[in-house]
């Protein structure tokens, strides 16, 4: 069987509660609120780890099941805490309990009980591209408990000896095994985005600031940084108790911890050199050293601490102060990376780059009409209630076509009563229209016939099967499906699941060239664990594609991942005039049409 892909599943959800629930707990105000991800994440991790233990089939469905319903629940964390889940379907007592006991002590107790029972190492294997709970409890009957030793099994023969593996699927594990491992020391930008936040409001009257990998938007983190104007003292005094592990790095102006087993960092600097710190913890590390090289060359010396000429301390508030002396101009933190080297003059100043607010169309998102949590109305709903919040002004559908029938995909009948529904909700006034994320099938034809694609507002094919083609064939099947005169937006273009795999192997220019010559709109899948296409390509191509940020959403609340999106086009350089879904929806449909027309 190919391997399918509904999207991030396991893996990330075990990820998003390692740190939160492992045996270690902190006191409740060392806690941030606890968000519907982290409830929804340890719910599924335990049913994970029920089905490695072979325990009880039932409890494991409980969990998962409880898990669908409070993914589908709109109402507030905190509201529903208060009335201790009551109405939430599949959330009985037993469960609703643990849950608010998980809220306040860090500690969800089924899952302790059940990680319990395994090595430190085998929530690790969920990672692993390919490796579901009944792989892994073979895996572990083997005797391989953890990512190290799951490579040194696939590299000794004893994985392909596994009944139900063999020689290609040990050789696969051994490079999915790599690739995480080689990612594992960081975080999603979601994450390092979430855990500033949190570590902002606890150093409230400190001025704080996002900084590092997050404040640039990469995708990934590896420490959530942020920088102060205060002491040592006044930072510790407010995080004392809420990070773990809290401690200065000496002789840095720093302290580090974790908080839910993320790495934190917080730097801190008097007001006079504020602007140094802001600097020296707002650029990856060749953007450091080379302004402390300038800085050498013009008899300054610069670091965290300020910037200094001959041990004085020169008075330097904010970044534009300091390369003011060092006369240099203020490159974007958008810009701080290698690959903005000698491009980064030419591009956009941050005021005119898109903004979330600029969207107006939140497209590709799902309904319970595939694997979505939620009906149409709902999505539209919390789509308005997020205008003027986060840009969302109409709602563009793209639910599952039929080869998608891991993720309820439709079949034809079914998509058109899908459509019928949708021109109801349009004649009620509900600012909707009606797409499909179509499979792209392996030969790059698509999932549904031309007639029925007619039928829609718009299309996003998209690919979720066939990742192991060889380079030629899978660059042409993604070629033909560009070029298709009905595809209005290819999505996902590689592929790729952050921190989980790599996108497949592909000549992605051939790709983006074949989207550029036909007018096909390239996606920028602003779910955190995607953010797909990758910044670094879409800089390249930002002057010959049209791009679309989209959410991806299954659940009401995905729809806020605008802001994951719009980071990778900033840091691409893209103004709205690229991004398609900063158009009104009578405007985005007459995008459409000239789009189909252009192609006779």
Request: hydrophobic share 40%; proline share 6%; aromatic share 4%.
């Amino acid at each position: 069987m190919p391997e399918k892909d509904s999207g991030p599943s396991a893996p990330e959800r075990s990820g998003e509660t390692a740190g939160r629930s492992t045996g270690t707990a902190q006191s409740s105000a060392a806690l941030p609120e606890v968000t519907r991800k982290q409830l929804v994440g340890a719910l599924n991790t335990t049913a994970d780890l029920l089905d490695v233990l072979g325990q009880e089939p039932f409890r494991a469905n409980a969990y998962r099941g409880a898990a669908r319903s409070l993914e589908a629940t709109e109402t507030p964390v905190a509201d529903l805490m208060a009335a201790g889940f009551a109405g939430v379907p599949k959330v009985g007592k037993a469960i609703a309990a643990d849950l608010t006991a998980y809220a306040t002590t860090g500690i969800f107790a089924p899952l302790e009980e059940a990680a319990s029972q395994v090595e430190p190492g085998v929530l690790g294997l969920f990672r692993v591209r390919g490796l579901g709970p009944k792989k892994i409890r073979a895996l572990r009957e083997a005797g391989v408990d953890s990512l190290e030793g799951l490579r040194e099994a696939a590299q000794d023969g004893r994985v392909a000896a596994l009944k139900g593996f063999g020689p290609k699927s040990a050789a696969t594990i051994l490079e999915a095994v790599e690739f995480v491992l080689g990612a594992q020391d960081r975080q999603h930008l979601s994450t390092g985005l979430d855990v500033s936040q949190a570590l902002a409001g606890w150093l409230d009257g400190l001025d704080t600031r996002t900084a590092g990998d997050a404040r640039r938007g990469l995708e990934t983190v590896r420490v959530a940084r942020v920088t102060v104007t205060g002491a040592a003292e006044d930072v510790t005094a407010r995080l004392a108790g809420r990070v773990e592990d809290l401690a200065p790095v000496d002789p840095k102006p720093l302290l580090n911890g974790r908080v839910n087993g993320v790495p934190v960092e917080v730097a801190y600097a008097p007001a006079g050199a504020r602007g140094a710190l802001d600097l020296m913890m707002g650029g990856g590390t060749d953007y450091r050293e080379s302004l402390r090289a300038v800085a050498k060359a013009r008899g300054f010396d610069l670091s965290g601490r300020g910037l200094k000429r001959e041990g004085t301390l020169i008075p330097t508030p904010t970044e534009a102060d300091v390369l003011r002396e060092l006369g240099l101009p203020l490159r974007p933190a958008e810009y701080r990376d290698p690959e903005h080297d000698g491009v980064w003059e030419t591009l956009p100043p941050p005021a005119e780059l898109v903004t979330v607010a600029d969207l107006k169309g939140l497209l590709h998102t799902h309904s319970v009409w595939s694997d979505g949590a939620a009906t149409l109305p709902e999505m539209v709903e919390e789509a308005v209630r997020l205008g003027g919040v986060s840009g969302g002004t109409f709602l563009g559908t793209g639910d599952h076509s039929r080869a998608a029938h891991y993720a309820n995909g439709m079949s034809t009948e079914r998509l058109r009563a899908y459509v019928r529904e949708i021109r109801e909700l349009q004649r009620a006034g509900l600012p909707i229209l009606a797409g499909t994320e179509v499979d792209i099938l392996e030969d790059g034809s698509l999932d549904y016939p031309d007639e029925d694609l007619l039928n829609l507002d718009y299309v996003v094919a998209s690919v979720h099967s066939h990742f192991t083609l060889d380079r030629e064939r899978q660059t042409a099947r993604l070629v033909r499906a560009a070029s298709h005169p009905l595809v209005t937006i290819l999505g996902h273009p590689t592929g790729r699941l952050l921190l989980r795999r790599p996108g497949y192997a592909l000549d992605l220019d051939a790709v983006l060239a074949a989207a550029a010559e036909a007018g096909t709109v390239v996606e920028i899948n602003a779910n955190p664990a995607r953010l797909d296409l990758d910044w670094r390509e879409a800089l390249r191509w930002r002057d010959r594609l049209t791009f679309a940020i989209n959410t991806d959403a299954h659940v009401p609340a995905g729809l806020g991942d605008t802001r994951y999106g719009v980071a990778v086009a900033r840091k691409a350089g893209l103004t709205p005039e690229k991004v398609v879904n900063t158009l009104g929806q009578e405007e985005f449909l007459a995008f459409v049409r000239r789009q189909r027309e252009a192609r006779g």
